[in-house]
């Protein structure tokens, strides 16, 4: 789904606050009754907040909803994207949006630039744009649950992914250094990069070979698997060291990430490893003569004192959440495979379009899904910055 940065430079102060009573209301509400909106915007004189109302569902960034009690209105992703970049815009962490440089299965990738002229990436997640429609069962628990549960869930991987990269960056993993988290979005360091999936030959296979399989052993004995350690989620950066070119490689995407005392953390470790070794072979045609690395090896090095598995339960992603993420992206089987980048063949790139969560009988006006929109994005920096700053 794009992000159609447009209308953000036309909404008013009143516009902005029945977005967010309506995002308030969604909390309780599948879909919100109107006079509730009224009520949380907290906006005298009915017909204020109507015409709010109405221009907002104009563009897309709420949807009316015909429920069998009464008709009310729920937040699109459009609006959700609005409120987080609202979010990080006014506190200065955005200052202005760029390209997508990013089509995940499950998110979407976009350059920022902080007001210092900084560049970053925002990365927005989109947990259920696909998998509500392609596992049944999955939405049939899903669909039970409360309210929109592609926002409850796709706020939980942004969270769970900041918390997670907050402590590996402090312990000095290579990661990059994440800056904010707001609803669905994370806020990190650019690393100017290709994807190891981008890459056909490499000098010496087996040093970053090593390294990796290092990076996985130090992982866990903080206490971490990463749960999706493939060519997609490497990053290798050239790094000049004195008058040496070196690559370093640079871990993303972590919403999966598991404790290693996870029921089944021997499998996710094992399978890990087997990605590298496997990736390795077919690609640089290279063969460690070492066996391993063991989760049992691993676990014989843990530092129990200071695990970041613990820690980051302890920082406020309580179990409970990550029981409710964990549930969702096993039944809907990880990204393994499924990123592209733009730069890559972009064989993924028909997924855009896939973005509506199957919600039964409801009228979307201008649509969050509004595939007519799609050619003529490509609006520049330069007018991205302008609408954000309107
Ligand atoms: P997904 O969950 O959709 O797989 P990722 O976090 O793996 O999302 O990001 C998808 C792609 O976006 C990556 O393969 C990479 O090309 C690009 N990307 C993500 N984060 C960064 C970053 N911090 N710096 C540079 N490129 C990034
Ligand atoms: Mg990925």
């Known amino acids: 789904m794009k992000l159609d940065t447009r209308a953000i430079r036309y909404l008013t102060g009143d516009d902005w606050r029945v977005l967010t009573a309506v995002e308030q209301g969604s909390k309780n509400h599948e879909v919100v009754p109107t006079p509730l ?11 204020g907040v109507h015409k709010c109302i109405s221009s907002l569902a104009k563009v897309g960034l709420i949807a009316k909803v015909k429920n069998a009690r009464y008709d009310g209105y729920r937040l699109t992703y459009g609006g959700l994207d609005y409120l987080a970049l609202n979010a990080h815009r006014k506190s200065n962490v955005v200052f202005s949006l760029g390209n997508q440089i990013g089509v995940g299965k499950e998110s979407d990738i976009y350059i920022t630039a902080s007001p210092d002229g900084r560049q970053q990436v925002l990365k927005l997640h989109r947990l259920g ?12 628990y899903l669909r039970k649950r409360s309210t929109g549960s592609w926002m409850y869930l796709s706020r939980l991987a942004a969270q769970k992914e900041h918390a997670f990269m907050r402590v590996l960056y402090r312990e000095g993993f290579s990661v990059p250094e994440p800056l904010a988290w707001s609803r669905h979005t994370v806020v990190m360091e650019f690393i100017d990069s290709f994807p190891l999936r981008m890459i056909d030959s490499i000098p010496d296979p087996g040093k970053l070979y090593a390294e990796l399989m290092d990076m996985i052993v130090q992982l ?4 971490l698997i990463h749960g999706d350690f493939n060519e997609f989620n490497i990053l290798i950066k050239e790094e ?6 070196i690559l370093k490689p640079v871990l993303i995407d972590f919403p999966q990430t598991v404790s290693t005392n996870h029921a089944n953390a021997q499998y996710y470790f094992d399978r890990d490893v087997a990605c590298i070794k496997r990736y390795w072979e077919r690609r640089f045609k290279y063969v460690s003569d070492e066996p391993g690395p063991f989760f ?21 992603f309580s179990k409970k959440m990550g029981k409710d993420l964990e549930r969702f992206i096993e039944a809907t089987g990880g990204d393994q495979g499924e990123s592209s980048t733009k730069a890559d063949d972009g064989e993924h790139a028909d997924e855009q379009g896939e973005d509506e969560e199957d919600e039964g009988d409801e009228d979307d006006g201008a649509g969050e899904d509004d595939e007519g929109l799609e050619e003529d994005s490509q609006v520049e920096d330069a007018q991205l910055a302008d609408d954000m700053h309107d």
Do not use: C, P, Y
């Open 37 to 47: 909106i009224q009520q949380i915007a907290g906006l005298r004189g009915g017909s």
């Open 129 to 140: 744009r696909i998998s509500f429609r392609t596992v049944k069962a999955n939405r049939d």
């Open 220 to 223: 866990a004995r903080r206490g």
């Open 240 to 245: 000049t060291v004195g008058d040496k070119i």
């Open 296 to 316: 049992g090896d691993a676990l014989k090095g843990a530092d129990s004192e200071r695990r970041l598995d613990v820690e980051v339960e302890a920082s406020g």
